[in-house]
């Protein structure tokens, strides 16, 4: 664009002009000419003062991937008026985005810039901002905003792609990269794209391209390589019969859009040439010696048109200035330059300093044992809200079969490198879930001018390789970076090009981390060699090496990356699923699993024992001022550091109310059954069609055993106010829109009172009826439905059961199996302690998408012994509960309260970037988070928890009242309680009985209570 501009300066002693138009490059001007020229200039500029205040910016358009540069111009001196200015862009959906912004602080500028984007801080009334490599996602409208000024000043301009393909020439071959660019995010849409070449006998497909699982499957002619994460078909040598015009195509684009672009194996040659002569021309001026008028004019309207855009400069040069007192402080400031370079020392100093104290406060053990940062593996599952009768909803979209079987592989990688750790004692960090942007992206205003390395310093960096998916730091042998790629030999179509595909990307994606983890810490001197590692758990060896017999360079490029010899074989460095122990085999500390033989036999080529080093690395990547976040969920979590957090974070994720879109679709039944174990949303369904049916204006009836017995789990979740208690032969107060009805359905007659009360007030207004739990509720309990059914048609009525033996005829029946308001690893636990619950009939429900995460690991501990025949006193062992779950888990409230910082610094937030309306506040652990279940004897386990944690002093066999969710106290109970009352809590110790499980249903009831972290008190270790 620079070359298209009139480049012009003048001087006391004549006028130079340069213009790139062909004309003579310098002109000697006589004296009177340039007199004639000032005046001229000045005229110019008093009629530019006349035209009205507006901010206007210009920019050209640009081929792909190519640099252009987008100019503000403003009606002020911006250096001397000091006003805060940004630049716009406006994003899909007219939002704006500012991709520079700039303030002013003691007179000197600071500014934010967007990536992509480059601003070096030179503003006058106009500024220059560089656009690297433009793609479509940065082409749009721009805008130049100065504060004080409105929405009417400013005037839009355009950048936009010329091209929908762009042709990179290799400068060390004979190779071109031609590169794809659609209107549209493909990766999304999943079209079907092709890249044609154009010839006299019309075009042909030399790439085809079509989606499989979200991986784009290709064919391609000879000499055409296809690189589908770039969308760059790469040509390894320019021939006569590859040259020629080439275009992008993908479904559903028009002919329009088809915009060529021409491949050409002398262009190269040509641009070379054309470039030195330019050179050569721009280093020759020529004199002019006697001009014609029509040059003067000429050169008369430029000097015009360059005044009127100058103004300030032109007239700085003939009526210089002293400089305002303001900038003789800059001066001053730049000339103790050496100052500001020893405050960012000290800075950067301070920080390292700070990072290092604040890594070792949370992890206390950080030289003597293992972490795993996040403690839990948090999926990729996302949600989305939904308002049912004004309760928030969160339903899981269905997921991507590629991210399922990904997280299923990086959840057993973990747990082999866990079971590692755990076996070996293994003094290490294993990092995962961790993207570059995180690094140092939460640094406190006093650190902000730190001078370590960050990912924006990488100048090799690609920005479509994505990061590694974990990173071990290791105190004795160094850092290892590792990819998991979950491809499989269940994949039947096209397996070997698909693992081609994906080692590709996990070398791309290896030598990234490896270089990039090189730069974080390259101020630190002898920082030991980056060990890379690609983790295969799905895949037999052989199967790999059959892919890649046709491979060479592949295998070339794994050998470099993995760190093995020219000649050998890097498959055998690979881990692969003979190397990966089954999840069986990890519950067995004897058996030494292939994870750990090949890891250490990574890291030992690198053996080093610096702590100080140790410390450091792990100071920035897990410390407080990294912080990685999950997408997703509604909002952004913040991704838990320590597993205090972690409990916090899983209990609020399975506390909130999910549901699958299939069980909200039943909403609109009228009559439903639904089956299954406790703990799968039947209850929560149940309540939500009765709030549904309560808003269009009908009464609800819920229908429980005889009076006495106990009280119904929707009456408790309906009733919120007030309690409207009948019997069956009552009336009912008017007034209320809920109401209970106890009945004993083993009496007919009281049935059948029931019955006709029923049908009497179904005749007076709207209403429906909801049965929960209708297991045990009495022998006339189906002839109630069906009569009811029968007399009052068009009646909700909606049950829920364990089993299908009541279920009325011609009914709907709806079976749940799948526990969603607890993690995966305490539904295996139920399982493992015998409590695993099986709805005759019915096979599991196969999830379309995974839980939120699998859940903290279950603890066990066990009850104190003493010799002697006598029964040990129990008292010592709720002693030992309570010291164990105040040193592990459970944050200690003193009297006095806390202060906000102090609750923050405690509870790490779930952060949502620029939008803070989204933010969800991580809660602390506190009493109220645990619930403690016991099988049988339980009062002197109470007395022993006593001692340190708050229990309610009534016990909860009187009324369900007792345990009031506001205060700050554990939940102690009997199993048997859990007919009437169901917390359910982020922290359950199950005590079990001698001859556990007395009572398999009621055990996995209170097992799934727990929404985080289980610990199970057993007898016999």
């Given at each position: 664009?620079?070359d298209?501009?009139?480049?012009?300066?003048?001087?006391?002693?004549?006028?130079?002009?340069?213009?790139?138009?062909?004309?003579?490059?310098?002109?000697?001007?006589?004296?009177?000419?340039?007199?004639?020229?000032?005046?001229?200039?000045?005229?110019?500029?008093?009629?530019?003062?006349?035209?009205?205040?507006?901010?206007?910016?210009?920019s050209?358009?640009?081929?792909p991937?190519?640099?252009?540069?987008?100019t503000?111009?403003?009606?002020?001196?911006?250096?001397?008026?000091?006003?805060?200015?940004?630049?716009?862009?406006?994003?899909?959906?007219g939002?704006?985005?500012?991709?520079?912004d700039?303030?002013?602080?003691?007179?000197?500028?600071?500014?934010?810039?967007?990536?992509?984007?480059?601003?070096?801080?030179?503003?006058?009334?106009?500024?220059?901002?560089?656009?690297?490599?433009?793609?479509?996602?940065?082409?749009?409208?721009?805008?130049?905003q100065?504060?004080?000024?409105?929405?009417?000043?400013?005037?839009?301009?355009?950048?936009?792609l010329?091209?929908?393909?762009?042709?990179?020439?290799?400068?060390?071959?004979?190779?071109?990269?031609?590169?794809?660019?659609?209107?549209?995010?493909?990766?999304?849409?999943?079209?079907?794209?092709?890249?044609?070449?154009?010839?006299?006998?019309?075009?042909?497909?030399?790439?085809?391209?079509?989606?499989?699982?979200?991986?784009?499957?290709?064919?391609?002619?000879?000499?055409?390589?296809?690189?589908?994460?770039?969308?760059?078909?790469?040509?390894?040598?320019?021939?006569?019969?590859?040259?020629?015009?080439?275009?992008?195509?993908?479904?559903?684009?028009?002919?329009?859009?088809?915009?060529?672009?021409?491949?050409?194996?002398?262009?190269?040659?040509?641009?070379?040439?054309?470039?030195e002569?330019?050179?050569?021309?721009?280093?020759?001026?020529?004199?002019?010696?006697?001009?014609?008028?029509?040059?003067?004019?000429?050169?008369?309207?430029?000097?015009?048109?360059?005044?009127?855009?100058?103004?300030?400069?032109?007239?700085?040069?003939?009526?210089?200035?002293?400089?305002?007192?303001?900038?003789?402080?800059?001066?001053?400031?730049?000339?103790?330059m050496?100052?500001?370079?020893?405050?960012?020392?000290?800075?950067?100093?301070?920080?390292?300093?700070?990072?290092?104290?604040?890594?070792?406060?949370?992890?206390?053990?950080?030289?003597?044992?293992?972490?795993?940062?996040?403690?839990?593996?948090?999926?990729?599952?996302?949600?989305?809200?939904?308002?049912?009768?004004?309760?928030?909803?969160?339903?899981p979209d269905?997921?991507?079969?590629?991210?399922?079987?990904?997280?299923q592989?990086?959840?057993?990688?973990?747990?082999?490198?866990?079971?590692?750790?755990?076996?070996?004692?293994?003094?290490?960090?294993?990092?995962?879930?961790?993207?570059?942007?995180?690094?140092?992206?939460?640094?406190?205003?006093?650190?902000?001018?730190?001078?370590?390395?960050?990912?924006?310093?990488?100048?090799?960096?690609?920005q479509?390789?994505k990061?590694?998916?974990?990173?071990?730091?290791?105190?004795?042998?160094?850092?290892?970076?590792?990819?998991?790629k979950?491809?499989?030999?269940?994949?039947?179509?096209?397996?070997?090009?698909?693992?081609?595909?994906?080692?590709?990307?996990?070398?791309?994606?290896?030598?990234?981390?490896a270089?990039?983890?090189?730069?974080?810490m390259?101020?630190?001197?002898?920082?030991?060699?980056?060990?890379?590692?690609?983790?295969?758990?799905?895949?037999?060896?052989?199967?790999?090496?059959?892919?890649?017999?046709?491979h060479?360079?592949?295998v070339?490029?794994?050998?470099?990356?993995?760190?093995?010899?020219?000649?050998?074989?890097?498959?055998?460095?690979?881990?692969?699923?003979?190397?990966?122990?089954?999840?069986?085999?990890?519950?067995?500390?004897?058996?030494?699993?292939?994870?750990?033989?090949?890891?250490?036999?990574?890291?030992?080529?690198?053996?080093?024992?610096?702590?100080?080093?140790?410390?450091?690395v792990?100071s920035?990547?897990?410390?407080?001022?990294?912080?990685?976040?999950?997408e997703?969920?509604?909002q952004s979590?913040?991704?838990?550091?320590?597993?205090?957090?972690?409990?916090?974070?899983?209990?609020?994720?399975?506390?909130?109310?999910?549901?699958?879109q299939?069980?909200?679709?039943?909403l609109?039944?009228?009559?439903?059954?639904?089956?299954?174990?406790?703990?799968?949303?039947?209850?929560?369904?149940?309540?939500?069609?009765?709030?549904?049916?309560?808003?269009?204006?009908?009464?609800?009836?819920?229908?429980?055993?005889?009076?006495?017995s106990r009280?119904s789990?929707?009456?408790?979740?309906?009733?919120?106010?007030?309690?409207n208690?009948?019997?069956?032969?009552?009336?009912?107060?008017?007034?209320?829109?809920?109401?209970?009805?106890?009945?004993?359905?083993?009496?007919?007659?009281?049935?059948?009172?029931?019955?006709?009360?029923l049908?009497?007030?179904?005749?007076?207004?709207?209403?429906?009826?909801?049965?929960?739990?209708?297991?045990?509720?009495?022998?006339?309990?189906?002839?109630f439905?069906?009569?009811?059914?029968?007399?009052?048609?068009?009646?909700?009525?909606?049950?829920?059961?364990?089993?299908?033996k009541?279920?009325?005829?011609?009914?709907?029946?709806?079976?749940?199996?799948?526990?969603?308001?607890?993690?995966?690893?305490?539904?295996?636990?139920?399982?493992?302690?015998?409590?695993?619950?099986?709805?005759?009939?019915?096979?599991?429900?196969?999830?379309?998408?995974?839980s939120?995460?699998?859940?903290?690991?279950?603890?066990?501990?066990?009850?104190k012994?003493r010799?002697?025949?006598?029964?040990?006193?129990?008292?010592?062992?709720?002693?030992?509960?309570?010291?164990?779950?105040?040193?592990?888990?459970?944050?200690?409230?003193e009297?006095?309260?806390?202060?906000?910082?102090e609750?923050?610094?405690?509870?790490?937030p779930?952060?949502?970037?620029?939008?803070?309306?989204?933010?969800?506040?991580?809660?602390?652990?506190?009493?109220?988070?645990?619930?403690?279940?016991?099988?049988?004897?339980?009062?002197?386990?109470?007395?022993?928890?006593?001692s340190?944690?708050?229990?309610?002093?009534?016990?909860?066999?009187?009324?369900?009242?007792?345990?009031d969710?506001?205060?700050?106290?554990?939940?102690?109970?009997?199993?048997?309680?859990?007919?009437?009352?169901?917390?359910?809590?982020?922290?359950?110790?199950?005590?079990?009985?001698?001859?556990?499980?007395?009572?398999?249903?009621?055990?996995?009831?209170?097992?799934t209570?727990?929404?985080?972290?289980?610990?199970?008190?057993?007898?016999?270790?």
């Amino acid at each position: 664009m620079a070359d298209n501009k009139a480049k012009t300066q003048l001087k006391m002693a004549g006028v130079l002009v340069s213009l790139t138009s062909g004309l003579p490059r310098v002109y000697y001007l006589p004296s009177v000419l340039l007199h004639y020229l000032i005046i001229v200039s000045c005229c110019c500029l008093y009629a530019a003062s006349a035209q009205d205040s507006k901010m206007k910016c210009t920019s050209m358009s640009v081929a792909p991937l190519e640099d252009t540069t987008l100019t503000c111009h403003f009606p002020e001196d911006l250096s001397v008026t000091k006003k805060d200015f940004t630049v716009y862009h406006y994003v899909k959906g007219g939002s704006p985005d500012a991709v520079v912004d700039c303030w002013w602080v003691q007179g000197e500028v600071g500014c934010a810039v967007k990536k992509g984007f480059e601003y070096n801080k030179v503003v006058t009334t106009n500024l220059t901002v560089t656009l690297r490599g433009v793609t479509p996602a940065i082409t749009g409208t721009y805008a130049c905003q100065v504060a004080g000024y409105g929405p009417e000043s400013l005037e839009t301009c355009e950048i936009k792609l010329d091209k929908s393909c762009n042709i990179i020439y290799e400068k060390s071959s004979r190779g071109a990269n031609i590169t794809c660019f659609f209107d549209e995010d493909i990766q999304v849409t999943r079209r079907n794209f092709s890249v044609y070449k154009h010839s006299d006998r019309g075009k042909q497909a030399v790439a085809k391209c079509y989606w499989k699982e979200r991986q784009p499957q290709c064919y391609f002619e000879n000499g055409y390589i296809f690189d589908h994460p770039y969308f760059t078909l790469r040509i390894p040598e320019v021939t006569s019969d590859k040259e020629g015009n080439y275009s992008c195509w993908h479904s559903g684009s028009s002919t329009e859009q088809h915009k060529p672009c021409l491949l050409s194996g002398a262009f190269k040659n040509l641009l070379m040439e054309h470039t030195e002569s330019r050179a050569d021309r721009q280093g020759n001026p020529g004199l002019a010696i006697g001009l014609p008028v029509a040059i003067v004019i000429l050169l008369t309207v430029a000097i015009a048109i360059v005044s009127l855009r100058y103004r300030k400069k032109v007239l700085s040069v003939f009526c210089p200035r002293r400089p305002s007192e303001q900038e003789q402080r800059v001066e001053v400031r730049h000339g103790s330059m050496r100052i500001s370079v020893v405050d960012y020392e000290m800075t950067t100093k301070m920080f390292q300093e700070y990072l290092e104290s604040e890594i070792q406060a949370m992890f206390p053990k950080i030289l003597d044992t293992f972490y795993f940062v996040p403690p839990v593996y948090f999926n990729k599952t996302s949600f989305n809200t939904q308002v049912v009768a004004g309760q928030a909803v969160y339903v899981p979209d269905r997921a991507d079969p590629y991210d399922v079987r990904h997280d299923q592989a990086m959840q057993h990688v973990l747990n082999c490198l866990h079971h590692m750790a755990k076996q070996y004692q293994e003094n290490m960090f294993v990092l995962t879930q961790f993207k570059y942007d995180d690094y140092l992206n939460n640094i406190g205003n006093e650190f902000r001018k730190h001078r370590l390395p960050v990912p924006a310093g990488f100048t090799k960096e690609n920005q479509n390789i994505k990061c590694f998916d974990l990173m071990v730091v290791h105190r004795q042998y160094g850092v290892l970076v590792g990819v998991v790629k979950a491809v499989g030999e269940n994949v039947s179509e096209s397996l070997n090009d698909l693992i081609v595909n994906e080692v590709t990307e996990a070398v791309q994606e290896l030598k990234k981390g490896a270089d990039m983890i090189k730069h974080l810490m390259s101020d630190q001197e002898q920082f030991p060699t980056v060990r890379q590692i690609l983790i295969l758990p799905n895949m037999a060896r052989t199967t790999l090496k059959r892919a890649l017999d046709n491979h060479p360079g592949l295998v070339e490029v794994m050998r470099e990356c993995l760190g093995t010899n020219a000649v050998g074989d890097p498959t055998e460095l690979c881990l692969c699923a003979e190397d990966v122990a089954d999840e069986q085999s990890l519950q067995d500390p004897r058996i030494r699993s292939g994870v750990t033989s090949r890891i250490h036999q990574l890291l030992a080529a690198s053996t080093t024992k610096d702590d100080e080093l140790y410390l450091r690395v792990l100071s920035r990547f897990c410390g407080p001022a990294t912080q990685s976040a999950l997408e997703g969920q509604c909002q952004s979590i913040c991704l838990p550091k320590t597993r205090i957090e972690a409990i916090s974070t899983t209990g609020d994720l399975y506390q909130r109310v999910i549901l699958y879109q299939e069980m909200l679709a039943l909403l609109a039944e009228e009559k439903l059954f639904l089956v299954g174990p406790p703990n799968t949303g039947k209850t929560r369904l149940l309540t939500l069609a009765g709030e549904t049916w309560r808003a269009r204006g009908h009464d609800l009836y819920v229908v429980s055993g005889p009076s006495g017995s106990r009280d119904s789990v929707v009456w408790t979740f309906l009733n919120q106010s007030t309690q409207n208690v009948e019997g069956a032969q009552a009336d009912i107060a008017s007034s209320s829109s809920v109401f209970k009805i106890n009945c004993n359905f083993n009496k007919k007659k009281e049935m059948q009172e029931t019955l006709k009360h029923l049908i009497k007030k179904r005749g007076e207004k709207a209403l429906c009826v909801l049965v929960d739990d209708a297991d045990s509720i009495g022998t006339h309990f189906r002839q109630f439905c069906n009569d009811l059914s029968s007399q009052c048609p068009g009646l909700p009525l909606w049950i829920t059961s364990s089993s299908q033996k009541d279920v009325p005829e011609g009914w709907k029946v709806e079976t749940f199996t799948r526990a969603i308001n607890c993690p995966p690893a305490i539904v295996r636990e139920a399982a493992r302690a015998g409590a695993n619950y099986v709805v005759p009939s019915c096979r599991d429900q196969t999830p379309f998408c995974l839980s939120p995460t699998d859940g903290p690991e279950v603890e066990y501990i066990y009850h104190k012994k003493r010799p002697g025949p006598k029964f040990h006193d129990c008292t010592e062992c709720g002693q030992m509960v309570a010291d164990f779950l105040l040193k592990k888990f459970i944050i200690k409230k003193e009297k006095s309260v806390p202060t906000d910082e102090e609750t923050m610094s405690a509870a790490t937030p779930f952060i949502s970037g620029e939008e803070e309306s989204v933010t969800l506040t991580r809660s602390v652990l506190g009493f109220k988070d645990l619930l403690v279940l016991y099988e049988d004897r339980g009062q002197q386990l109470i007395n022993g928890l006593k001692s340190d944690i708050t229990v309610p002093t009534s016990q909860a066999e009187e009324r369900n009242e007792v345990f009031d969710e506001e205060n700050d106290c554990a939940c102690v109970m009997h199993i048997d309680q859990l007919t009437t009352y169901r917390p359910r809590r982020k922290i359950v110790v199950y005590v079990e009985d001698k001859k556990s499980p007395r009572d398999p249903p009621k055990k996995w009831r209170g097992i799934t209570s727990c929404t985080s972290q289980l610990i199970v008190m057993k007898w016999n270790p």
